[in-house]
Structures are given as structure tokens and as C-alpha cells.
């Protein structure tokens, strides 16, 4: 009588004895890196449970690792090149890839040729891990994002879409926080000049100046809009005066478009803060220099690119970390 042969245990079913995902199970079968100690002892233990017996061509393709991981950035490219808020993210994403070994690539994906050299990069597994960051509501890159089987975690949730993973900053918070300084100088006719409404940041900091007026009983302005460029910033405070000549209160969602809003205040003959007291976003190194100094929201951008880079250096290594808010406070200056 022929015996007949034993079913080979798969990898999954390694993955499932010992109560990990299959990509930690993969990464412990392959001795890489980023892999906690406890789960490194379950797979092992249920690798001799099993009698699990790895498939030597499947391995050699797990352990291809290309030691890469892409930095994305929506936005325009002159934008990004002179805003120091992305300076700072790049630093502290570079610092977080270094001590894991992995080299940061930068993409910048607003051009459709852009975007096709990066879905081609993405699906030809140039690297081991992406990180999306300035994207808005219905933006293409948002497709290439989810559609890729790599890795993805989010520097700043997009609009319309709930990711898995992402890191972001408090921004509701810190917009009532900003709002509420306001406030507390005394100011009730308070303005807003926000970003993009199709961003979910300028959305998310729209809402912390509404809650802040609408809970002190005091109506809020319909926003005025840039682009987060000091000139938009200068536009939007025009409009601003011209739309409500007694404002004496302004909250900028971001450092760059308060400093425009300076200028437009200064050009149209209004003392800050005698005048019109003003708040920024970001705690920027311009907010130190701008005359007067700008009181401001601080985030820790660095950490913002730090954190991002560390949850998919998570994710490479096949554990599931938790998304992850960075909380934010105001920092006040001469402008209130």
C-alpha cells in the first residue's frame, strides 16, 4: 500500500498558528530586520509546530528588498521648493530611514508624467515602502496610493479618504487653540484666512476657528482663501479688509499667508496688534522674524516626518501600527 503524501503546511497557516500577519511571518522566515522579539519567537515556534519546510524560490523573491523607500509629494514643484515646512518633513523622514538602513527618494508627483513614472516605479517594486504627503480631494496620486500592494502610510490625511495608516498633527485643535488666543486678547470680530478647501488640513483648521467663535457666541467669517504662499496671504487680508472693515482679529492657517497678512495690514495702515492682532499655523523660523514677531500654532514638523517614516518602516517590517495624531500649542509673539 502506497503512503500518501503529507500536505506541506503553507506560510499562511504558520502566520495564523503563531498570530501574526503573513508579511511578519515572511520577514521572521527571512531574517529581516524590524521585527519585535515575541513575534520573531511565535513564527519559529510554529515553523517547528508545523514542520513548516520554506519554498527556496519564493524566499529568494521576499528577500529582494530594494532598501528604498519614496517620499511623495503632491503638490506644485516651485511650492514645495519654497516652503520650509517640507524642508523640516524631509529631515526628519531622512533621520528615521537612516537608522533603519533604508535611503529616503524623493517624488514629486503634480505633472502627469510624474505620476506615471511613479505608478510605474511602485509597480515594478522600485521600493520597499511609500509615504504620500499634500495630497487633495480627488488628486490622481490618491489612486496610484491605494491601488499599490506596497506599503502606504500618509504625512496628513487626504480629503474624502480615511487611510489605515498616516500621521498628522492636531490641526482642529490647534485652529481652536489659535482662535481662542484670539479671543482671549479681547478680539471678537475674528477672520480666518484658510488653504485650499480641497485639503483636508485647511478643512480640519477651518473647523477649529468655527468651534472656537460658535462656542464663545460670536458668528465666524466666511473664510478667506490662499494657497499657503505669503502672497496669497496678502490677497486673502485685502479681501478681508474690504469684506469687514472692523475686523480685529485674524487667524492664518499657516506661518507663510500670516506673514502676507502682515504686510496687507501694514500697506492698508493698521497696527498689529493695536489694530488687528494676528495668529499663524505652523511655528515656522519666519514667524520669529516677521515684524512683529508672529504669535503662532507650533507643530512639530520634523516629528511629522520622523513619526510618518517610522510607521512604514512598521509596515515594512510587518507589524500594524496605529495611526497617530501629534499634538500642537500656541506659541505667543508680538502679533497678539
Known amino acids: 500500500m502506497t503512503d500518501v503524501p503529507r500536505r506541506q503546511p503553507t506560510l499562511d497557516e504558520v502566520a495564523e498558528r503563531a498570530g501574526v500577519s503573513r508579511s511578519a511571518a515572511s ?102 515602502g511609500a509615504m504620500f504627503m499634500a495630497i487633495r480631494e480627488n488628486d490622481p496620486v490618491l489612486d496610484i496610493a491605494r491601488e499599490t500592494e506596497l506599503p502606504v502610510v500618509f504625512g496628513g490625511r487626504p480629503a474624502g479618504f480615511e487611510p489605515s495608516w498616516y500621521v498628522d498633527a492636531d490641526n482642529v485643535g490647534g485652529a481652536r487653540k489659535a482662535t481662542e488666543h484670539l479671543l482671549d486678547r479681547g478680539r471678537r470680530r475674528v477672520g480666518m484666512i484658510c488653504g485650499p478647501l480641497d485639503t483636508q488640513v485647511s478643512r480640519e483648521r477651518h473647523r477649529g476657528y468655527r468651534e472656537a467663535m460658535i462656542l464663545a457666541g460670536l458668528e465666524p467669517f466666511a473664510p478667506e482663501s490662499g494657497d499657503f504662499t505669503e502672497p ?64 503662532t500654532v507650533h507643530q512639530p514638523i520634523q516629528d511629522l516626518g520622523h513619526e510618518t517614516a517610522r510607521m512604514l518602516v512598521r509596515l515594512i517590517g510587518g507589524d500594524e501600527p496605529s495611526p497617530l495624531i501629534l499634538p500642537t500649542r500656541v506659541v505667543a509673539r508680538s502679533s497678539t
Open 232 to 295: 496669497s496671504g496678502a490677497a486673502a487680508m485685502a479681501e478681508l479688509l474690504v469684506r469687514h472693515p472692523g475686523v480685529d482679529g485674524v487667524f492664518a492657517a499657516n506661518d507663510n499667508m500670516a506673514a502676507g497678512a502682515l504686510r496687507a495690514l501694514r500697506g492698508a495702515g493698521r497696527a498689529v496688534p493695536g489694530d488687528v492682532a494676528v495668529v499663524g499655523f505652523d511655528d515656522l523660523d519666519i514667524a520669529r522674524i516677521t515684524e512683529p514677531s508672529l504669535t
Open 27 to 128: 520577514r521572521v522566515l527571512n531574517n529581516a530586520p524590524h521585527v519585535s522579539r515575541d513575534k520573531r519567537e511565535a513564527v519559529r515556534r510554529a515553523i517547528r509546530e508545523l514542520g513548516y519546510v520554506p519554498n527556496t524560490t519564493a524566499r529568494a523573491l521576499a528577500t529582494r528588498q530594494r532598501g528604498v523607500a519614496a517620499l511623495v509629494i503632491a503638490g506644485e514643484t516651485p511650492a514645495i521648493f519654497a516652503d520650509p515646512f517640507y524642508a523640516q518633513v524631509i529631515v526628519g523622514a531622512s533621520a528615521a530611514l537612516e537608522e533603519a538602513d533604508l535611503h529616503l527618494m524623493l517624488c514629486l508627483a503634480a505633472a502627469e508624467r510624474s505620476r506615471r513614472r511613479l505608478e510605474e516605479l511602485l509597480r515594478a517594486r522600485g521600493v520597499d
